[in-house]
């Protein structure tokens, strides 16, 4: 199966299927997605994204994000979901050099684990629904927002945090051409020293951390979430492969 999906103005849609859960069984395919901003969809591009029979989307940007650059196009059937997760505005003054982008990316992404508890819970209990599938998640470059609610489901359906900081990571592959475009629209603007960057540390470090402070994403979801125990059934049973037979 293909993971990166190709389009002409979004750069960072890619198939969250393939991975393997502690139980042996894996993602499904053809389920879940995520992405960078589909209010660049466009031409061509809508018809790939609607061949992709995409059932529904959740859209973590602020409404004010969602007003100026567009939100996914209209189609019949399409539900949109828009999930603010971010609570705080970045305040780009306060990155220190010497600690690194790792350091202050994972800094705002446990600043969503706090601020964004009632949508984060809506958000997995829309993906955790069968009929909602397939679902995209997305935001404006696809990889915080979009990372931290991608790492909680991967966690919750038994995914290993190695394949979670993986998969963040692959972003990168799209950092280019996210920056060329961004450029491109932005020509007098300043651009931040880790605008686009995924490093791999940055998810590992909030991992470790929310470990430290919850005991695990999944003891996260259920305390601190509250999402039901149902709905985390709900979730395995329809987003990963059905269970291996002894012998």
Not at 45 to 71: C, M, N, S, Y
Not at 106 to 123: C, Q, T
């Amino acid at each position: 199966m293909t993971r990166h999906i190709e389009f002409t103005n979004i750069h960072n849609f890619r198939d969250v299927g393939g991975y393997v859960a502690h139980d042996g069984r894996s993602v499904r395919w053809q389920r879940l997605y995520r992405a960078d901003s589909l209010g660049w969809l466009a031409g061509p591009d809508i018809a790939a994204f609607r061949a992709l029979k995409v059932r529904t989307v959740i859209d973590l940007r602020h409404p004010a994000e969602v007003e100026k650059r567009g939100r996914v196009p209209e189609t019949e059937g399409l539900r949109y979901h828009n999930l603010p997760v971010e609570g705080r505005t970045w305040n780009l003054a306060t990155f220190d050099p010497s600690t690194g982008v790792e350091r202050f990316l994972a800094d705002r992404y446990l600043e969503v684990s706090e601020d964004g508890v009632p949508l984060l819970r809506s958000a997995i209990e829309t993906i955790a629904e069968a009929d909602n599938a397939p679902v995209v998640i997305h935001c404006a470059a696809g990889k915080d927002r979009t990372g931290i609610l991608t790492a909680l489901v991967l966690s919750l359906a038994g995914v290993a945090a190695t394949d979670i900081v993986a998969d963040y990571a692959l972003t990168g592959l799209a950092t280019p051409r996210f920056l060329a475009d961004w450029q491109t629209r932005n020509k007098d603007a300043l651009m931040w020293a880790g605008y686009g960057a995924a490093p791999a540390g940055a998810m590992e470090l909030f991992l470790a951390e929310m470990d430290q402070r919850h005991g695990s994403l999944q003891a996260y979801c259920s305390d601190v979430l509250g999402l039901d125990p149902k709905t985390i059934t709900k979730l395995h049973a329809h987003l990963l492969t059905d269970p291996i037979s002894p012998g």
